[in-house]
């Protein structure tokens, strides 16, 4: 397994991202790893990329490991953030269509990233497989006893919130993944603002009617 080690996770953690230099090593490094794959791409060339010397990006990571990590970890953060704080006492109609929109919003400016993570997943998370069970998977615990606590209270229709979660995953993700199929499908040359905003509004009306709820006007 890829190391994943705590020097990963000293160095990139959510608010600490202010460098410029490291916000361009992470942004090169998606756009190589994506092109390449982890076993094609170098840090010179992510270096190059980045018009950094090599010594740079050794400076926040250590191996091509940590930040290969570090980037995937970088979209499931964002992806999950506004997922973060929901408590029993929010209403789960706001609270599932924000993240909803969130989502489909993502997926239109961050889609190289939504690649990778789905690269990543399908060959097994050889270099995520620490996070998913040390981080997300405790993670997905704490909100899926939110939902629960919905359904119990009458909020909401009964539903499995694992389910329901990787259903606005997926369902959302669609859209970066399967970018060509989407768009060849109906005819477009790139995703417009106003498509973005269709799909936000038809997923958010599906999956919480699904629930029994009514997604906010």
Do not use: C
Request: aromatic share 10%; net charge neutral.
């Amino acid at each position: 397994m890829a190391d994943s080690s705590a020097e990963t996770k000293r160095t990139y953690r959510r608010g600490k991202i202010r460098d410029q230099n490291l916000e361009r090593i992470l942004g090169a490094a998606r756009e190589e790893f994506v092109l390449k794959g982890f076993a094609g791409a170098s840090i010179q060339a992510i270096a190059d990329r980045a018009g950094l010397p090599k010594a740079n990006v050794h400076y926040y990571f250590k191996t091509k490991s940590n930040l290969y990590v570090a980037v995937l970890e970088e979209i499931i953060i964002l992806w999950n953030d506004h997922f973060d704080e929901l408590r029993a006492e929010d209403n789960p109609a706001e609270v599932l269509d924000r993240f909803i929109r969130r989502k489909v919003e993502l997926s239109y400016t961050h889609p190289q990233s939504s690649k990778l993570f789905a690269m990543e997943i399908i060959q097994g998370a050889p270099h995520l497989r620490d996070y998913l069970r040390n981080d997300l998977r405790p993670w997905m615990r704490k909100k899926a006893a939110v939902i629960e606590a919905w359904v119990a209270a009458g909020k909401m229709a009964p539903v499995d919130p694992y389910h329901l979660i990787f259903l606005i995953w997926s369902s959302t993700q669609h859209y970066a993944d399967f970018e060509a199929q989407v768009l060849t499908i109906l005819n477009r040359a790139e995703y417009e603002r106003s498509m973005i905003d269709r799909i936000a509004d038809f997923l958010s009306r599906s999956i919480l009617a699904g629930v029994g709820l009514e997604a906010p006007r």
